[in-house]
Every structure is written in C-alpha cells, then in structure tokens.
C-alpha cells in the first residue's frame, strides 16, 4: 500500500525545504524527499539576495540567517604577496525604509539548508533520506512514485526540486534551452587555510594560461571557500593535494598552507532553462527548471522565490480555497522571471553588468500576470503586481504585517470595506493608515508571497477578486 501525500517535494536543497516549510505552515500534508543520505555538503550558493531574506523573514527563519551569516567583505586584489588594490563586489545599496535587509548576505549553503530543515522539523514536516525516485505515473487525481527502496508514495501533486539533473523533469521529457556562459571550467572548494586574513575576499588575478582565483572567508565558520578558473579542456583535480597545487602556483601560499579540505566541486558555468515548468500534476522548481553561472548569486535566491510563489497557491487549492486553474499562474509567473534572472546571471559572469539593484530581486514583479488587477489610472510608484514595500505604517512595520500565510488588505489615506470592529480574520488581516510614500493613496490587497494582487482607489471590483480565493471582503457601499 503506497503512502498517500498531498504533495511529494523531491530533493532537499533549499527550494524543496523552503517549498516544505510553506506548506508545513499551512497544514498540507508534505513530504520531502532526498536521494542522498544527508544534505549537501558543499558552500556553493552562499550569498542571500535582500528578496530572498524577506521570505526567511515571513518563514521564520531570518534570526538564525542573520545570526550565522554575514555580510560580504571587501575584496583586496594581491600581486607578487602584496595587497595592491580594492575590489568592490557589489555595488553600494542606500538606506531605505522599503528595503528592511538592503545588503546580500553570505551563509554557506549547507548552514541555509540545515537552518531550513530545522524550521521544517519544527513545523512538523519531514524529509526521507536515501529515497532515490526511479519513475512514476500521473493520472487524473494524482501521481504515483516509485523509489529505490521504501514504500510507494501517492501524492496529489509533485514537485521536482530535485536539480539541474533533475530524474523527474528527464522522465517527463521536459527538454531544456540554454548555453555555455562559460567554456572555462570552475573549481569551488571549501577548505581550511592559514596565512590569510577573514577580514577580505582575497583576489588573485589570472597568471599565464591560469584563470582568476578567488579566496572567500565563510561567514560564521572557520572554512574559507575557493574558486578558481581553469583553461577549457582542463580535467580539475579535486583532491586535497590537487587543491594546495592550485592554490599554490596562483598566490604567496605554500601547499601546507591550505591545511584541510572538506568539499569540492568542479562545473562549466551555464544558463538553460526548462521549456515549461509544469507537466499535468507535476511542477518544476529550483535548478530542475533553470540553472544559472553562479555568478550574479542568482540560482539560489531565483529557486527560493519558486518555491514561495508556488506554497501559497498548492495551499489554497488543496484546502478548497482556489480552483485548480490557479497552479496554472505558477508558469506564468515564474518562468519568465527565471528566464530574465538567467540573462542577468550570465551578464555578471561576462562583466558586462555590475552586482547590484537588480540582483537583490527586489524589482521582480508580475504585472502582466492574469492574477494581476490595477484598476487605477497610469502613474508612477508602486502598482499591482509589484513587490509590497515594508515601511512602517501607523506605527505597524508591513513586513511584520505580512508576515504568515494570510493575504493583507492596505488601506492608505482611505477607510477599508470592511469596518475597523471586524478585526483581522484569518484570511485576511487589515492595516489602515494615512497615505506612504511610495504606495500613495488607495487600496491594496497584498498576497501571500507579498505581491500587490489588486489596487483601487477605491473598493469597487474589490470584493469580486477576492472571491476567487474565498477570502470574504464584504462589498462596498
């Protein structure tokens, strides 16, 4: 007898712990799944985007980011055993009441998945080892899985997450369109070293046929990870003496200065993106539907926003509050997103853009998305569809407003439909106050994942959106 699921999340990476805390939240019957015994072991997506700390705050998880983490050093640029410069790896974020965590910041990827998988426990969730998904088959209620070993699962839906390898987009036959950013192949490999302070990014800029080396100090541990650029066609040794050669023949540093090696991973840098996202009951996220140069810190943070757009919805239909036709919104949405996420990786690899505003994800936005209602005039500032600014509003912060699995109804230099006695419902929770900056005046209905869905100046189609998620706004006058 299979195991029944409302929803079987496949791989244990930060898109399929992140998807799983979501829906833990919301009382859906999940579980994950991970082929390996343990999580990955390994630093490589180590910077969180300002967007993607805003969803680690609404998951509850921010204080544990914040305090293993750090923010990124200065880099300090070495030739012939001297510091000889400064490298900038971002550029300056300014001070702004709509951006509570404006700066990107550095947790080593294995520390962020161990932070997520205790969240996850906490909430009552799991994640199975050692099952490895060999097939499946989907009909018109749900999906049987088979693994390796264990039990059969029957879930209602799937969701890969499960890599850029992905078993389950192959087995769907969901081909994938990209290109090499890069022919050069990278090694990343987190190690121990000594003779080097944790105070920089330490740069070493190419020699001869030898590509650039990179030393980063890994916050909130004593590791420090290493990239490092090889010639196309180099067969990368990953050993503990292949490393100290590396190391070695490109700074002042001896081999015996790198003293231990705990990880290391070689790849060619590429963008490809899925042709679609979605297959019957089956959805793709994370790597298994776009993978990224690491470069612009874009694959994590692109794959964690995945999941957040997609908790919400899998919620609210499998709780009756939806019908089925919103999963449709989850392509639409993400996957042009992901596509312009991918350019913006391979432009930082190529130098051709800076780290910046728009690596910290906070200008995504689904305006042109069917789930998207403006009924006022054209005009600047914030519109339906835009990320909902977190300022501080009549004494409420809106990020603490929105934090939960709720929608929220702004009501800015106006009265909101329903009066001030009703009180937040657990739908919906209500913030009145005199007009913001940056949103003006007017109605906003803010959706779970912090979107603006619907904006008026005043109530009328108000009520109408928010039936199509049961959220029961009374009508207007």
Known sequence: MAEQVDVLIVGAGPTGLTLGIDLARRGVDALVVEKADVLFPGSRGKGIQSRTMEVFDDLGVIDAILAQGGAYPVGAVWQD??????????????????????????????????????????????????????????????????????????????????????????????????????????????????????????????????????????????????????????????????????????????????????????????????????????????????????????GLNTSVQDAYNLGWKLGAVLRGEAPASLLDTYEEERLPNAAEMLGLSTKVHRGEVRRGEATRQLGIDYRESSLTTETRAAGEGIRAGDRAPTRTVAGVRLLDAFRGPHWTLLALGTKAPASAATGDSDAVRVVEGPAAETYGTGLFLVRPDGYVGWAGDTDEGLAKYAERFNLGLPNGS
């Open 81 to 298: 055993g001297r510091k000889v410069g400064e490298h900038q790896m971002f550029d300056p974020s300014e001070t702004d009441p709509d951006t509570p965590y404006g700066t990107t910041w550095m947790v080593p990827q294995w520390r962020t998945q161990e932070i997520l998988l205790a969240r996850l426990t906490e909430l009552g969730g799991t994640v199975a080892f050692g099952r490895e998904v060999t097939g499946f088959v989907q009909d018109e209620t749900g999906v049987s899985v088979e693994f390796a070993s264990g039990t059969a699962v029957r879930a209602r839906y799937v969701v890969a997450a499960d890599g850029g390898r992905s078993v389950v987009r192959r087995t769907l036959g969901i081909g994938m369109t990209g290109e090499t950013v890069d022919p050069n192949p990278l090694l990343v490999a987190d190690t121990r070293i000594t003779g080097l302070d944790r105070d920089n990014v330490h740069v070493f800029p190419p020699r001869g046929d030898d590509g650039f080396l990179a030393v980063f100090p890994l916050a909130g541990t004593e590791d420090f990870q290493v990239i490092a650029q090889f010639p196309e066609g180099t067969d990368v040794d990953l050993s503990l003496d292949g490393i100290r050669k590396t190391v070695a023949g490109r700074t002042h540093l001896a081999p015996e200065d790198v003293t231990e090696l705990r990880w290391a991973s070689d790849f060619r840098p590429r963008a490809a993106l899925a042709d679609r996202f979605r297959q019957g009951r089956v959805f793709l996220a994370g790597d298994a539907a776009h993978v990224h140069s690491p470069a612009g810190g874009q």
